[in-house]
C-alpha cells in the first residue's frame, strides 16, 4: 500500500479480501493504512498488532498475542494452503517437516495458553481472529506432513506407520469439530461460516467433500522379515537391515551424511519392526561420537520409536581431520532368517575457515544466506537509493528492498551493492557426486556452481521497467537478470502459478568456481520492487 500511496493512488483503493469475517485482522490494518499511512511505517506492523491486541483483548496479553500472530503471518505466507499437501515438505531432509510443524505447534500451545487465562466476556472474540486459524492452520498442517511421515514409515515397515494413520484420522475429526465450534459460537451468530471444504485439493477450487490423503498400514501380527529392529538416517529413505530400491541390495550399512563444525547433529532413527518386545545398544568406542542416547527398548505397541541424535566433540578431534567410523545397532532378537547386524558409517570433517574469516562457511556442500545478513552494502553512484531491511517480508526472516520505491532504474554502476563473503571447501574438479547409499552416481559441469536468489512474489507493475538485478561471484562478469516475463494481452508470466504457490521467485544463474577458500558474492537490485530473501550458494547439496 506504501508503494500505492507513493505513485499517487491516493483516493481510493480496491482489494480482493475473499470473505470478511475471517479476515477482520488484515482488514482493519488495511484500513488503518488507508486512513493514515504516514502513521505507519516498514517497520511498524509489530506496534499496530500489539495496539490492536490491547483494544480487543486487553494490555495484558497485547506484546504475547501481537508477536503471536506476526508469527503466524510468517508460517501462513510461505505457501498457500491449498498447495500444501503429503509431499511439500522433507521427511529425510534438513529435519525439514519436523521443523515445520513444531513450529506450527508451538504457537498453537501460545494461543491455548492466551485463550485460556482470558476471561469468558473476551474468549469469543480471541477463538475468532487469533485462536481458530491457528489452530487449524496448526491442525492442516499436522494432518499433511503427519499422512507424509505414515507413508515414508509405511515404505520403511515400521510398526509405528499404524498409530500415526490414527493420528492422522483423530486430527482430521478434530478439525471438524473446530469449524463446528466456531459455528456454535455466541449461540450461532456466525453459524456455517466454516462450512467451506479445505482438506482433500485437487486444484486451486475447493474440494467437493472433505478427503483425507491416501494412508498405508502395515500388518502388526506379522514380523518383517528382517526382525524387530530397523535402522533409518538422516538423508535417504533406505533403511536395514533388509532390502529396499533406496540402497544397495541385501547391504547392511548405512550412511550418515557428514558431520563438521558448522553444520548441524544428524540423526539416526531406532524403530521397531517386528511383533516382540527388543533392547537395542549402540556400539561405538570413539571418544568424541556423542549419542543423546545409546541403550533403549523397543515396544510392539509402535509408539517407542527413538532418534539418536550424532554429534561430535570437535575439541577432541585434530584440526583438519577427515575421517570415517561405522558403529553397529544390535538387537537382543534375531535379524530375520538371512540379515544380520545393521551398521552406520559416520564421517566427519574438521577442516575450518581460518580465523580471521568472518562471514559465510559451507556446510553439506551449501552455503544458506538470509538477505539481511549482509557483510557489508558498498555505495553506487546513485547515493539517493538505498536498502532497506522489511520484517517478515520473507519465507523465514525479512526482506531486502531498495528504497525510495519511486527510484529510478538502476545499473551495477549506480546501485548499492549487498556484499556477502563465504568460505567454501568443495573441490569440484571431478564432476561426479555419489550417493552411497544408493551406490549410485550424478554428474554435473565440473568446478561450477550455482547461486540462487529466492525472491519476493511480486509482478512487474511498469511496463517497460521489469523486475531486474545483477549478481557477481569474485572478479567474474557481473549477470543482469529479469526473472517475471510477461506475456502477450494480459496472460500470466511463465512460471507465475509456481511462483503463487511457493509464495516465493527462484532464480538461478551460473558461475565458475576457482576452489576453496574465501569468495565475495555481490548483489544489486536495478528495479525498485524486488525484494530479496535469501541466497543460496549450491556446490552441489541443494
Known amino acids: 500500500m506504501h508503494l500505492a500511496y507513493e505513485r499517487e493512488a491516493r483516493n481510493i483503493w480496491v482489494v480482493n479480501v475473499g470473505d470478511l469475517k475471517p479476515l477482520e485482522l488484515p482488514i482493519s490494518h488495511f484500513f488503518d493504512l488507508a486512513y493514515d499511512i504516514n502513521r505507519w511505517d516498514k517497520d511498524s506492523t509489530s506496534e499496530w498488532l500489539e495496539l490492536w491486541a490491547a483494544r480487543e483483548f486487553g494490555p495484558e496479553v497485547a506484546a504475547q498475542t501481537g508477536a503471536l500472530m506476526n508469527t503466524y503471518s510468517l508460517l501462513a505466507g510461505r505457501r498457500k494452503f491449498e498447495e500444501v499437501d503429503p509431499n511439500t515438505f522433507s521427511w529425510i531432509n534438513y529435519n525439514e517437516a519436523n521443523n515445520v510443524l513444531a513450529e506450527w505447534t508451538a504457537i498453537q500451545k501460545t494461543a491455548q495458553s492466551i ?46 506407520t499404524n498409530a500415526i494413520a490414527q493420528h492422522v484420522q483423530n486430527q482430521f475429526t478434530y478439525d471438524h469439530q473446530l469449524s463446528k465450534s466456531y459455528n456454535q459460537l455466541l449461540g450461532g451468530k456466525w453459524n456455517h461460516m466454516m462450512d467451506q471444504t479445505h482438506i482433500g485439493y485437487q486444484y486451486w477450487q475447493q474440494p467437493m467433500r472433505q478427503a483425507l490423503p491416501p494412508l498405508q498400514y502395515v500388518q502388526m501380527a506379522e514380523r518383517a522379515l528382517t526382525g524387530d529392529l530397523g535402522i533409518a538416517v538422516e538423508g535417504s529413505n533406505a533403511t536395514v537391515p533388509g532390502d529396499d530400491r533406496f540402497h544397495s541390495l541385501s547391504s547392511m550399512t548405512l550412511y550418515l551424511a557428514t558431520l563438521d563444525p558448522y553444520g548441524p547433529a544428524r540423526w539416526i532413527d531406532v524403530f521397531h519392526s517386528g511383533t516382540q518386545k527388543v533392547t537395542w545398544n549402540v556400539q561405538s568406542s570413539v571418544p568424541y561420537l556423542n549419542f543423546t542416547q545409546k541403550t533403549g527398548t523397543l515396544s510392539p505397541n509402535g509408539t517407542t520409536d527413538t532418534r539418536i541424535w550424532v554429534s561430535v566433540d570437535w575439541s577432541k578431534v585434530k584440526p583438519g581431520a577427515i575421517n570415517t567410523t561405522t558403529i553397529n545397532i544390535t538387537s537382543s532378537t534375531d535379524y530375520g532368517t538371512q540379515y544380520s547386524v545393521p551398521k552406520v558409517v559416520i564421517s566427519y570433517n574438521n577442516t575450518a575457515a581460518p580465523s580471521n574469516f568472518t562471514g559465510f562457511v559451507e556446510s553439506d556442500r551449501t552455503v544458506s544466506i538470509e538477505a539481511e545478513h549482509y557483510s557489508s552494502i558498498s555505495n553506487g553512484g546513485n547515493s539517493s537509493v538505498s536498502y532497506e531491511v522489511i520484517p517478515g517480508l520473507s519465507r523465514t526472516l525479512s526482506g531486502v528492498t531498495l528504497f525510495p520505491v519511486t527510484a529510478d532504474s538502476l545499473t551495477p554502476a549506480t546501485a548499492p551493492a549487498l556484499e556477502y563473503d563465504f568460505y567454501t571447501f568443495s573441490n569440484l574438479s571431478s564432476g561426479v557426486l555419489m550417493d552411497q547409499n544408493m551406490g549410485t552416481s550424478s554428474r554435473y559441469t565440473p568446478n561450477t556452481v550455482n547461486v540462487t536468489l529466492l525472491l519476493g512474489t511480486s509482478l512487474n507493475t511498469i ?80
Open 115 to 160: 485463550l485460556d487465562k482470558l476471561p469468558a466476556t473476551t474468549q469469543p472474540a480471541f477463538f475468532e481472529m487469533v485462536y481458530h486459524p491457528v489452530t487449524a492452520a496448526c491442525t492442516y498442517y499436522d494432518i499433511m506432513i503427519s499422512a507424509a511421515k505414515n507413508n515414508v514409515y509405511a515404505q520403511q515397515g515400521r510398526t509405528s
Open 463 to 542: 511496463p517497460d521497467r521489469p523486475l531486474r538485478y545483477a549478481v557477481q561471484v569474485d572478479d567474474q562478469q557481473p549477470q543482469a537478470r529479469q526473472y517475471i516475463f510477461d506475456q502477450p494481452q494480459g496472460a500470466n508470466p511463465t512460471g507465475w502459478l509456481t511462483a503463487v504457490a511457493d509464495v516465493i521467485w527462484y532464480n538461478t544463474t551460473t558461475w565458475n568456481y576457482s576452489g576453496p577458500g574465501a569468495h565475495k558474492l555481490k548483489i544489486w537490485e536495478l528495479e525498485p520492487g524486488v525484494v530479496l530473501q535469501k541466497v543460496v550458494v549450491d556446490l552441489g547439496g541443494a
